[in-house]
DNA sequence: AACATTGACAACCGCGTATTA
DNA sequence: GTAATACGCGGTTGTCAATGT
């Protein structure tokens, strides 16, 4: 079975969008809203893209709430301690940091963040699924090359059973990684949930999804040996708490007002903490 | 002034997964 | 249970403005 395009090229529009299609777009999601499936979205809206350029589009850039500001200095802290921790998930990455898409900090990570944490030699490991995934990619390469194209169908069944057994062994090695580090995983938990309970579901490097309970991720981390474990967690409820707040750090026209309240002093106080206690974890 | 290089960011593409029929 | 479809993610490429030569 032959995947099909999202959608036909034909006639579709590409490369930058114009202010009337972007005006067009949004009265469309104000009206409508963002459920009402991408894919039908372009023709209703009228506009001559693919569905998915339609989602991009909203979702980096027309969407409200989003802060096209210069990275702070705690963002690109915080940005790097969890590349350190997820890898190049980025959009979990994302969901830590209020207004940041994934594509804004993917371009930062790539464009600037990576150089600068080079020049001061603190250039991050490569991070366990990054190197998997690297040394994937080269297999494949190889693999590629060597197939004998009469074989292909041969070896493309081969190829899916591996991975079938491939992914048996991520997820085992996702576990233990798990009872290792119990909780390198609640770092990535979206701080915006709406429930703000740390409910949230989190998806996997192999696509697997989890959701995890704030109760649940301190009853367990009451089990482990890790002793900082809890208070990982409270600090982490804490920042949760304050970045929820309506002076949010992360927006820079609230940034000035916020400098100056008590919460910024306690924010930063409980921000160091905190990165101290992932970082004894992490290393 | 003209061209080359670099940096930043927008957008595209392909793939994996979830959902639907 | 399976194929078709839609969505979301991460890697990569394209574009354009700023800067250097």
């Given at each position: 079975?032959?995947?099909?395009?999202?959608?036909?090229?034909?006639?579709?529009?590409?490369?930058?969008?114009?202010?009337?299609?972007?005006?067009?777009?949004?009265?469309?999601?104000?009206?409508?809203?963002e459920g009402t499936g991408w894919r039908s979205l372009p023709k209703k809206a009228g506009l001559l893209r693919c569905g998915k350029s339609c989602r991009?589009?909203?979702?980096?850039?027309?969407?409200?709430?989003?802060?096209?500001?210069?990275?702070?200095?705690?963002?690109?802290?915080?940005?790097?301690?969890?590349?350190?921790?997820?890898?190049?998930?980025?959009?979990?990455?994302?969901?830590?940091?209020?207004?940041?898409?994934?594509?804004?900090?993917?371009?930062?990570?790539?464009?600037?963040?990576?150089?600068?944490?080079?020049?001061?030699?603190?250039?991050?490991?490569?991070?366990?699924?990054?190197?998997?995934?690297?040394?994937?990619?080269?297999?494949?390469?190889?693999?590629?090359?060597?197939?004998?194209?009469?074989?292909?169908?041969?070896?493309?069944?081969?190829?899916?059973?591996?991975?079938?057994?491939?992914?048996?062994?991520?997820?085992?090695?996702?576990?233990?990684?798990?009872?290792?580090?119990?909780?390198?995983?609640?770092?990535?938990?979206?701080?915006?949930?709406?429930?703000?309970?740390?409910?949230?579901?989190?998806?996997?490097?192999?696509?697997?999804?989890?959701?995890?309970?704030?109760?649940?991720?301190?009853?367990?981390?009451?089990n482990t040996e890790y002793h900082n474990q809890d208070e990982i967690f409270e600090k982490l409820q804490v920042i949760d708490e304050l970045l929820l707040?309506?002076?949010?750090?992360?927006?820079?026209?609230?940034?000035?007002?916020?400098?100056?309240?008590?919460?910024?002093?306690?924010?930063?106080?409980?921000?160091?903490?905190?990165?101290?206690?992932?970082?004894?974890?992490?290393?």
């Amino acid at each position: 079975m032959g995947r099909k395009p999202c959608c036909s090229k034909e006639g579709l529009k590409k490369g930058s969008w114009t202010k009337k299609e972007d005006l067009l777009l949004t009265e469309y999601i104000k009206e409508y809203g963002e459920g009402t499936g991408w894919r039908s979205l372009p023709k209703k809206a009228g506009l001559l893209r693919c569905g998915k350029s339609c989602r991009l589009r909203w979702v980096n850039y027309l969407k409200p709430g989003l802060n096209r500001g210069t990275f702070t200095p705690e963002e690109d802290d915080l940005i790097v301690r969890l590349y350190t921790l997820l890898g190049s998930r980025w959009s979990l990455i994302a969901g830590r940091i209020p207004g940041r898409t994934d594509n804004d900090i993917k371009n930062y990570w790539n464009t600037s963040l990576l150089k600068k944490l080079k020049a001061q030699g603190n250039e991050p490991r490569e991070h366990k699924s990054q190197a998997k995934k690297r040394r994937r990619k080269e297999e494949k390469a190889n693999v590629s090359s060597q197939i004998n194209r009469k074989n292909n169908n041969e070896n493309k069944k081969k190829m899916k059973k591996e991975k079938i057994v491939e992914k048996h062994n991520i997820e085992d090695e996702e576990a233990t990684k798990i009872e290792e580090q119990p909780h390198a995983q609640d770092f990535a938990q979206p701080v915006s949930d709406s429930n703000h309970n740390f409910t949230s579901s989190c998806s996997n490097q192999d696509g697997t999804s989890s959701s995890t309970s704030s109760s649940e991720i301190h009853s367990s981390s009451q089990n482990t040996e890790y002793h900082n474990q809890d208070e990982i967690f409270e600090k982490l409820q804490v920042i949760d708490e304050l970045l929820l707040n309506d002076n949010c750090l992360f927006q820079p026209e609230k940034c000035i007002e916020f400098n100056n309240n008590e919460n910024h002093m306690l924010f930063e106080e409980v921000y160091e903490e905190y990165f101290q206690l992932v970082s004894e974890n992490s290393c």
